[in-house]
């Protein structure tokens, strides 16, 4: 499946981060494949607005993010605030005709695996019943380790094709931090999920080529498989 959905343990893990590194290689070392991106729902400004302004992507606000919303709430509260409601079918066809039209696309989703979309369903259940390839973003702090067990239970409870995890430094961390916050070898141990690299952290966040090369030290064989990963070079 020529998709794949970054997804994290909360807000602020570095979904955003991994999604625009992801980008920034294709559209650096890319040749004729052609790249989406997707934020299915937004509430407040953000991610749509970031991917916009650094990536070429012959793309509408609206075909990047088909259902807005004003409040920086969960959707469900944010749609009761504007007398809306969450139309999946909406998104469900946006997403349908841009994998249809692309190479291959990039979908972040809002919030956690746990994080809901509606009155009933959540990020989990999105990744479950639209099939979409995994990779959970873990943020290197104190209790990553039970964050990252936590999250993968609920993925494979859910039915979630879960395809690896991938660590990120929201702030400054040596490589001591990460040995003491995050340990990769007992994270694998514990969850059976594998680790496909760490983001480290990065002063500017919008330096294209600076992300680029922080996703070619991520193991892409493993977040986009065998198939998919010819297209990265």
Request: with cysteine; net charge negative; hydrophobic share 45%.
């Amino acid at each position: 499946m020529n998709v794949l959905l970054i997804t994290g343990t909360d807000t602020e893990t570095g979904k955003t981060v991994l999604t625009s590194a992801l980008a920034a290689y294709w559209q650096t070392y890319r040749s004729r494949q052609s790249l989406g991106m997707m934020k299915p729902i937004q509430s407040g400004v953000g991610d749509r607005e970031l991917y916009g302004q650094l990536f070429s992507l012959d793309q509408s606000p609206e075909e990047i993010t088909p259902l807005y919303f004003a409040a920086p709430l969960a959707p469900p509260l944010a749609a009761q605030q504007e007398g809306r409601v969450v139309d999946l079918a909406k998104i469900w066809q946006a997403y349908n005709t841009l994998q249809q039209q692309r190479d291959f696309v990039l979908v972040e989703a809002l919030g956690g695996l746990g994080s809901p979309i509606t009155q009933e369903l959540t990020v989990a259940d999105l990744a479950r019943d639209w099939q979409l390839p995994t990779v959970l973003v873990v943020a290197v702090k104190l209790g990553a380790i039970g964050q990252a067990v936590a999250n993968v239970a609920l993925a494979r409870q859910s039915k979630v094709n879960l395809k690896g995890i991938v660590l990120n430094c929201v702030n400054a961390c040596p490589d001591q931090d990460i040995a003491n916050w995050a340990p990769i070898e007992l994270i694998q141990s514990l969850t059976h999920v594998p680790v496909l690299g760490v983001i480290p952290h990065l002063i500017d966040p919008t330096d294209v080529a600076k992300l680029a090369q922080v996703a070619s030290d991520l193991d892409l064989e493993g977040l986009v498989g065998m198939g998919l990963a010819a297209q990265f070079q």
